[in-house]
């Protein structure tokens, strides 16, 4: 069975400083892995996504994973935040062998300070 | 040209009615899904359609009941609404399942009095 964890429920940056949001997953076949993020009354929106082949991804607004087998980790970053980055962000694993359901991690608040 | 559309946005009603809320898709995706958010910000499974099938059932009470007249809608009727209903819910959809991107409506915030 597929579980995802995000440490930290909140996460707090200063304006221009590093975001770095962890996300964990559990699986025993190769995972496909998703970020989305939300913003205050909106839906999920997708950031970045990893299949297969390179394990460092490139989203959109600046943002990027890492897919660290060993590990199980697959931590989002972004190099310098914005006063926009202020969101809810959703980890999410998919089988990718049975081609079953999403597994949504808790989400992790992200809030940028001045 | 919205992909994923839900109405209403908003929906307060009272203890014990039923209620409906419609999503529509013009992505052509084969697959749709209901999520609730709980004020925590907890994403839940619902359910899941593929090609009009019901796919994902997660256990939840059978008041809760989707249909799905074709592949381009999926609606959510809740019978006998209870105070802890009260959530955000959203569609989504995909081209197939599991492994390809989920695209999210703007969510229905059900608030049961």
């Known amino acids: 069975a597929q579980s995802v964890t995000q440490l930290g429920s909140h996460v707090s940056v200063s304006e221009g400083a590093l975001v770095l949001l962890r996300c964990n997953y559990s699986s025993s076949v190769p995972p496909y892995l998703f970020w989305y993020v939300q913003y205050p009354n909106q839906g999920l929106q997708l950031l970045l996504k990893y299949t297969t082949g390179a394990t460092l991804v490139k989203g959109i607004n600046g943002f990027e994973a890492e897919f660290k087998k060993s590990e199980t980790s697959f931590h989002l970053t972004k190099p310098s935040a914005h006063m926009s980055d202020a969101a809810e962000y959703f980890c999410a694993v998919s089988e990718a062998l049975t081609g079953n359901q999403f597994y949504f991690g808790t989400g992790t608040s992200l809030t940028v300070i001045p | 040209d919205t992909a994923v559309s839900q109405t209403p946005k908003y929906l307060v009603t009272q203890m014990g009615n039923d209620k409906s809320i419609k999503c529509e898709q013009n992505?052509?995706?084969?697959?749709m899904y209901w999520y609730k958010q709980d004020s925590k910000k907890f994403l839940k499974i619902m359910f899941s359609?593929?090609?009009?099938?019901?796919?994902i059932n997660e256990t939840v009470p059978n008041r809760f009941s989707p249909k799905s007249p074709d592949k381009a809608h999926l609606n959510l009727h809740i019978n006998s609404l209870e105070l802890g209903d009260s959530a955000v819910y959203f569609c989504?959809?995909?081209?197939?399942?599991?492994?390809?991107?989920?695209?999210f409506g703007p969510g229905t915030r059900l608030t049961v009095t």
């Open positions: 992505l052509g995706h084969d697959t």
């Open positions: 989504a959809s995909s081209r197939g399942q599991g492994t390809y991107e989920q695209y």
């Open positions: 359609y593929n090609n009009k099938e019901l796919i």
